[in-house]
T-cell receptor
């Protein structure tokens, strides 16, 4: 049982480049979300999804795009990278019901540096 | 919109002693969850404890317990018999029951000293 798998773990981009952070979960969780972590600011929600085909914006969505074509996958796209997007990114998933409802399972994180 | 505030950026405690981390939140929802997550230097996010808002009984997990004051919108974490392995950043989080999204506080860095 792999849980939540994020790739890549590290990435360096130049300003203006685009890239996709991949996220996959094998727990059949309905909910998936992306967070960014910056020093002194905790984790901030970028986008989230309550099920396949449904996505919505979080606290800091600008500059990011998501889609959820399957239950398992929730990629995060940076359309034109900016230095302000240098951060650590976490993907997470959770179940809608049961004893573990809303308990996030996190990926290991992806450190992105934009030069 | 929901907000979560942790007013203690850094705290320290001697090994084997007790420490309490504070958290307040703001919401107009009646059905929600509250969480404490731990992030050690490895960067991995680990669930410490979970509280369902409709339950009046405070959640406990071994050495970890919470003081949930719903009317005051307060959710503090008490760590008893602190261990060196408890050294980490701790995040308080608010969860909406029907979206799965969590809103996190800024975090409290806890250092346990030998």
């Amino acid at each position: 049982n792999a849980g939540v798998t994020q790739t890549p773990k590290f990435q360096v981009l130049k300003t203006g480049q685009s890239m996709t952070l991949q996220c996959a979960q094998d727990m059949n969780h309905e909910y998936m979300s992306w967070y960014r972590q910056d020093p002194g600011m905790g984790l901030r929600l970028i986008h989230y999804s309550v099920g396949a085909g449904i996505t919505d914006q979080g606290e800091v969505p600008n500059g990011y795009n998501v889609s959820r074509s399957t239950t398992e996958d929730f990629p995060l796209r940076l359309l034109s990278a900016a230095p302000s997007q240098t951060s650590v990114y976490f993907c997470a998933s959770s179940s809608r019901q049961g004893s573990g409802a809303n308990v996030l399972t996190f990926g290991a994180g992806s450190r992105l540096t934009v030069l | 919109a929901q907000t979560v505030t942790q007013s203690q950026p850094e705290m320290s405690v001697q090994e084997a002693e007790t420490v309490t981390l504070s958290c307040t939140y703001d919401t107009s929802e009646s059905n929600y969850y509250l969480f404490w997550y731990k992030q050690p230097p490895s960067r991995q996010m680990i669930l410490v404890i979970r509280q369902e808002a409709y339950k009046q009984q405070n959640a406990t997990e071994n050495r970890f317990s919470v003081n949930f004051q719903k009317a005051a919108k307060s959710f503090s974490l008490k760590i008893s018999d602190s261990q060196l392995g408890d050294t980490a950043m701790y995040f308080c989080a608010f969860g909406s029951s029907n979206t799965g999204k969590l809103i996190f506080g800024q975090g409290t860095t806890l250092q346990v000293k030998p």
